[in-house]
């Protein structure tokens, strides 16, 4: 059975500061794995996804993840975080069904 | 294209009552999916389906019954709201049937259900 495991519940960042949130899976095969990053009140926005090739994958709004299958990890990193990053973010993998981790508060200090 | 909608944005129920959250989505995608969200839980899948006619259960069916007539759309009835339904519901839709990035999901705004 897949699952996703996003270690940290809740990390306060400074504004410019760099950021970076845990995802640990666990699956049979090579996943497909997401980033998923949700306002308050809102819906899901796709930040980044992992399919095959290359490791280290761009995303929107100046994210990047890499996938590491030696340590079944996909972190999420930005290298200097904004006030509008403060928000939710989940991490999945996907096979037909696709399975969240618990996902990681993110505040963002002046 | 407005992607994948959901109807209504908030409802109240008294335990009990029943009523169907609506799902649709123009981008002729095979697979639809429901999600709740709860509080340090993540996401979790409450009945899919990989194309007209064809649905089945996720992680936490129970409480919920789903039918697809049609490619575009996916409601989901609670047919005896219960407190514990209280969450907040989620539709997804992507292709099924191709590999790769094409099987990116793609979420709706949300409802947010509150069972008295």
């Known amino acids: 059975a897949q699952s996703v495991t996003q270690p940290d519940i809740h990390i306060t960042v400074s504004e410019g500061a760099s950021l970076e949130l845990r995802c640990n899976y666990s699956y049979g095969a090579t996943p497909y794995l997401f980033w998923y990053v949700q306002s308050p009140g809102q819906g899901l926005q796709l930040l980044l996804k992992?399919?095959?090739?290359?490791?280290l994958v761009q995303g929107i709004k100046g994210f990047e993840a890499e996938f590491k299958r030696s340590q079944s990890s996909f972190n999420l990193r930005k290298p200097s975080v904004h006030w509008s990053d403060a928000a939710e973010y989940f991490c999945?993998?996907?096979?037909?069904?696709?399975?969240f981790g618990a996902g990681t508060t993110v505040t963002v200090r002046a | 294209n407005a992607g994948v909608t959901q109807t209504p944005k908030f409802q109240v129920l008294k335990t009990g009552q029943s009523m169907t959250l609506q799902c649709a989505q123009d981008?002729?995608?095979?697979?639809m999916s429901w999600y709740r969200q709860d509080p340090g839980m993540g996401l979790r899948l409450i009945h899919y389906s990989v194309g007209a006619g064809i649905t089945d259960q996720g992680e936490v069916p129970n409480g919920y019954n789903v039918s697809r007539s049609t490619t575009e759309d996916f409601p989901l009835r609670l047919l005896s709201a219960a407190p514990s339904q209280t969450s907040v519901y989620f539709c997804?839709?992507?292709?099924?049937?191709?590999?790769?990035?094409?099987?990116?999901?793609?979420f709706g705004p949300g409802t947010r259900l509150l069972v008295l």
């Open positions: 981008m002729n995608h095979e697979y």
């Open positions: 999945a993998v996907n096979d037909y069904k696709l399975s």
């Open positions: 997804a839709s992507s292709y099924s049937r191709l590999q790769g990035q094409k099987r990116t999901q793609y």
């Open positions: 992992y399919f095959s090739g290359d490791t």
